[in-house]
Protein backbone atom coordinates (compact mmCIF):
# COMPACT_ATOMS: atom_id res chain seq x y z
CA UNK A 1 0.00 0.00 0.00
CA UNK A 2 1.60 3.37 -0.70
CA UNK A 3 0.84 6.54 0.43
CA UNK A 4 -1.69 7.71 -1.72
CA UNK A 5 -3.87 4.48 -1.26
CA UNK A 6 -3.24 4.35 2.51
CA UNK A 7 -4.94 8.57 2.73
CA UNK A 8 -7.78 7.39 0.42
CA UNK A 9 -8.57 4.16 2.68
CA UNK A 10 -8.59 6.81 5.35
CA UNK A 11 -11.05 9.17 3.72
CA UNK A 12 -12.97 6.57 2.28
CA UNK A 13 -13.59 4.99 6.11
CA UNK A 14 -15.13 7.91 6.75
CA UNK A 15 -17.50 8.59 4.06
CA UNK A 16 -18.58 5.27 4.91
CA UNK A 17 -19.37 6.56 8.89
CA UNK A 18 -20.84 9.97 7.41
CA UNK A 19 -23.51 7.82 5.20
CA UNK A 20 -24.23 5.39 7.90
CA UNK A 21 -24.45 8.04 10.49
CA UNK A 22 -27.11 10.61 8.39
CA UNK A 23 -28.92 7.45 6.97
CA UNK A 24 -33.38 7.73 7.29
CA UNK A 25 -33.02 10.61 9.68
CA UNK A 26 -35.18 13.05 10.28
CA UNK A 27 -34.82 17.34 10.36
CA UNK A 28 -36.05 16.74 13.82
CA UNK A 29 -33.55 14.30 14.86
CA UNK A 30 -30.96 15.73 12.86
CA UNK A 31 -31.17 19.09 14.91
CA UNK A 32 -31.37 16.81 18.17
CA UNK A 33 -28.81 18.32 20.77
CA UNK A 34 -27.79 16.29 23.74
CA UNK A 35 -28.88 17.99 26.98
CA UNK A 36 -30.13 20.79 24.92
CA UNK A 37 -26.59 22.11 23.85
CA UNK A 38 -24.45 19.60 22.99
CA UNK A 39 -23.44 19.70 18.92
CA UNK A 40 -26.42 18.33 16.84
CA UNK A 41 -26.04 15.13 13.82
CA UNK A 42 -26.67 18.37 11.29
CA UNK A 43 -23.71 20.42 12.57
CA UNK A 44 -21.04 17.85 13.68
CA UNK A 45 -21.58 16.60 9.96
CA UNK A 46 -21.64 20.09 8.27
CA UNK A 47 -18.24 20.71 10.26
CA UNK A 48 -16.30 18.25 9.83
CA UNK A 49 -16.99 18.42 5.91
CA UNK A 50 -16.15 22.23 6.03
CA UNK A 51 -12.73 21.66 8.15
CA UNK A 52 -12.04 18.54 5.26
CA UNK A 53 -13.09 21.05 2.57
CA UNK A 54 -11.61 24.47 3.30
CA UNK A 55 -8.27 22.28 4.72
CA UNK A 56 -7.89 20.28 1.50
CA UNK A 57 -8.42 23.23 -0.60
CA UNK A 58 -6.02 25.16 1.28
CA UNK A 59 -3.02 22.43 0.79
CA UNK A 60 -3.92 21.77 -2.92
CA UNK A 61 -4.46 25.64 -3.25
CA UNK A 62 -8.20 25.06 -4.91
CA UNK A 63 -11.27 26.57 -4.14
CA UNK A 64 -13.13 24.78 -1.55
CA UNK A 65 -16.55 22.83 -3.00
CA UNK A 66 -18.39 24.51 -0.37
CA UNK A 67 -18.79 28.27 -2.40
CA UNK A 68 -17.00 26.34 -5.78
CA UNK A 69 -19.84 24.02 -6.65
CA UNK A 70 -22.75 26.22 -4.27
CA UNK A 71 -23.05 24.23 -1.34
CA UNK A 72 -22.79 26.97 0.25
CA UNK A 73 -26.42 28.03 -1.12
CA UNK A 74 -28.03 25.26 -0.76
CA UNK A 75 -27.80 24.92 2.70
CA UNK A 76 -28.58 28.31 2.97
CA UNK A 77 -27.32 28.90 6.71
CA UNK A 78 -27.07 32.17 8.37
CA UNK A 79 -23.12 32.46 8.49
CA UNK A 80 -20.94 33.97 6.14
CA UNK A 81 -19.63 31.72 3.57
CA UNK A 82 -16.25 31.17 5.27
CA UNK A 83 -17.77 30.01 8.40
CA UNK A 84 -16.97 26.11 9.12
CA UNK A 85 -17.77 26.22 12.78
CA UNK A 86 -14.95 26.70 15.00
CA UNK A 87 -15.64 28.61 17.75
CA UNK A 88 -19.44 28.45 17.52
CA UNK A 89 -21.71 29.62 20.02
CA UNK A 90 -24.87 27.65 21.14
CA UNK A 91 -26.99 29.81 19.42
CA UNK A 92 -25.05 29.18 16.21
CA UNK A 93 -24.65 25.68 16.37
CA UNK A 94 -28.44 25.89 16.52
CA UNK A 95 -28.70 27.86 13.24
CA UNK A 96 -27.37 24.25 11.31
CA UNK A 97 -30.49 23.05 10.10
CA UNK A 98 -30.92 20.22 7.75
CA UNK A 99 -34.44 19.06 5.95
CA UNK A 100 -32.70 16.22 4.58
CA UNK A 101 -29.69 14.08 5.72
CA UNK A 102 -29.37 13.19 2.14
CA UNK A 103 -27.84 16.87 1.41
CA UNK A 104 -25.29 16.16 3.83
CA UNK A 105 -24.19 13.32 2.47
CA UNK A 106 -24.11 14.58 -0.81
CA UNK A 107 -21.72 17.56 0.64
CA UNK A 108 -19.51 14.71 2.29
CA UNK A 109 -19.29 13.13 -1.38
CA UNK A 110 -18.28 15.86 -2.97
CA UNK A 111 -15.77 17.22 -0.62
CA UNK A 112 -14.42 13.32 -0.42
CA UNK A 113 -13.93 12.82 -4.38
CA UNK A 114 -12.10 16.17 -4.32
CA UNK A 115 -9.78 14.72 -1.33
CA UNK A 116 -9.00 11.92 -3.29
CA UNK A 117 -8.19 13.35 -6.58
CA UNK A 118 -5.56 15.36 -4.40
CA UNK A 119 -4.20 12.50 -2.27
CA UNK A 120 -3.96 10.02 -5.34
CA UNK A 121 -1.28 12.04 -6.91
CA UNK A 122 0.76 12.28 -3.56
CA UNK A 123 4.43 10.40 -3.20
CA UNK A 124 6.44 10.38 0.66
CA UNK A 125 8.24 12.71 -0.42
CA UNK A 126 5.09 15.63 -1.14
CA UNK A 127 4.12 14.51 2.90
CA UNK A 128 7.59 16.30 3.59
CA UNK A 129 6.21 19.37 2.52
CA UNK A 130 5.43 22.32 4.97
CA UNK A 131 2.66 23.75 4.66
CA UNK A 132 2.08 25.90 7.13
CA UNK A 133 5.00 27.88 9.37
CA UNK A 134 2.90 29.19 12.34
CA UNK A 135 3.12 26.71 14.30
CA UNK A 136 7.00 25.09 16.10
CA UNK A 137 7.87 22.59 14.36
CA UNK A 138 5.93 24.36 11.04
CA UNK A 139 2.97 21.85 10.12
CA UNK A 140 3.98 19.46 7.09
CA UNK A 141 1.43 18.24 4.33
CA UNK A 142 1.01 14.76 5.87
CA UNK A 143 1.07 16.10 9.79
CA UNK A 144 -1.88 18.38 8.20
CA UNK A 145 -3.86 15.43 6.39
CA UNK A 146 -3.26 13.58 9.62
CA UNK A 147 -5.11 15.98 11.20
CA UNK A 148 -7.87 16.73 8.88
CA UNK A 149 -8.50 12.62 9.26
CA UNK A 150 -8.50 12.54 13.02
CA UNK A 151 -10.87 15.62 13.59
CA UNK A 152 -13.22 13.90 11.47
CA UNK A 153 -12.93 10.34 12.87
CA UNK A 154 -13.45 12.17 15.70
CA UNK A 155 -16.70 14.19 15.02
CA UNK A 156 -17.85 11.27 13.16
CA UNK A 157 -18.13 9.52 16.13
CA UNK A 158 -19.68 11.94 18.11
CA UNK A 159 -22.58 12.33 15.55
CA UNK A 160 -22.99 8.03 15.51
CA UNK A 161 -23.31 8.56 19.27
CA UNK A 162 -25.33 11.35 19.28
CA UNK A 163 -27.76 9.03 16.75
CA UNK A 164 -27.76 6.07 19.46
CA UNK A 165 -28.61 8.20 22.36
CA UNK A 166 -31.75 10.30 19.96
CA UNK A 167 -34.88 9.59 21.62
Same mark, same amino acid.
Do not use: C
Given at each position: ???????????? /? =??????????????????????????? =?? &??? &???? /?????? #??? #?????? @????????????????????? !??MSTDDVSK #???????? %?? *???????????? !? #???????????????? &????????? /? %? @??? =??? *??????????? /?? =???
Open positions: MNTSELLADAFG /R =IKELVEQTAEGLTAEQLAYRPAGTGNS =IA &WLL &WHLT /RVQDAQ #VAD #VAGSQE @IWTAQGWAGRFALPFDESEHG !YG #VRVDDPQL %LV *DYYDAVHSRSLE !Y #VAGLSEADLDRVVDDR &WDPPVTLGV /R %L @ISI =IDD *DVQHVGQAAYV /RG =ILP
